[in-house]
């Protein structure tokens, strides 16, 4: 079975400074891995994503997220958080091959940053 | 291009009525999923369809199904609904089934069940 898990249900960061979300993963095999962003009373937003490559994957809106594979790890980074970045974010994981394709989702970070 | 769009926004149902949600993908998708979500909870896999054929069912039981029609809108069904239910359920599309394409999501149906 795969899974995510967000070890951090909130993070605060203030506007300015660097911010790090962090998410490991467990999966068969190669993982393809997402991040996404939600705001309130919507659905979510894709990112950016890993599949294979560069360990450094680049995003939307500035965010990056680097993929560890001896930690089992794609921590969402970004090197100067906006107050407009305040929003909730979910890691997913996706296993590459076999039958299983659905999403797997992190219990959420709620990312708040103070101005 | 218009995004995914979900239809109703919002809907309150009483325990052990049934309800459908619709969901139209983003044009020149094939691939629907449904999800959903509980407050406070990241989404959960519901189902997965292709060119209207099931391709992936999460742990749900058999009161859930849905179905993909010839132009990939999709339909979820919940039937004998209970207070547990109440979530927002949330549709995403993608361009093929294959892992390595990203999913994109509707706003959602907001599911109240009293």
């Known amino acids: 079975a795969q899974s995510v898990a967000q070890p951090e249900d909130q993070v605060n960061v203030a506007e300015g400074n660097p911010l790090t979300v962090k998410c490991t993963y467990s999966v068969s095999g190669n993982p393809y891995l997402f991040w996404y962003v939600q705001y309130p009373?919507?659905?979510l937003q894709f990112l950016l994503k890993y599949i294979t490559g560069d360990n450094l994957v680049k995003g939307s809106y500035g965010f990056e997220a680097e993929f560890n594979k001896s930690q089992t790890s794609f921590h969402l980074k970004k090197p100067s958080a906006l107050v407009s970045d305040s929003a909730l974010y979910f890691c997913a994981v996706r296993q590459s091959s076999g039958s299983a394709r659905q999403l797997t989702f992190g219990s959420g970070t709620q990312l708040t940053v103070l101005p | 291009d218009a995004g995914v769009t979900q239809s109703p926004t919002h809907l309150i149902k009483?325990?052990?009525q049934q309800v459908t949600l619709r969901c139209s993908p983003i044009s020149g998708h094939k691939s629907v999923s449904w999800y959903q979500q509980v407050l406070g909870q990241?989404?959960?896999?519901?189902?997965?369809?292709?060119?209207?054929?099931?391709?992936?069912?999460?742990?749900?039981p058999d009161r859930f199904s849905a179905r993909q029609f010839p132009n990939y809108s999709s339909e979820l069904n919940v039937n004998a609904l209970l207070l547990g239910d109440s979530a927002l359920y949330l549709c995403a599309s993608s361009l093929q089934v294959g892992g390595l394409y990203e999913q994109y999501f509707g706003p959602g149906t907001r599911l109240t069940v009293t």
Do not use: A, L, S, V
């Open chain 1, 41 to 43: 009373n919507r659905g």
């Open chain 2, 42 to 60: 990241g989404p959960q896999f519901i189902f997965q369809y292709y060119e209207k054929e099931e391709r992936g069912r999460g742990n749900f």
């Open chain 2, 14 to 16: 009483t325990r052990g």
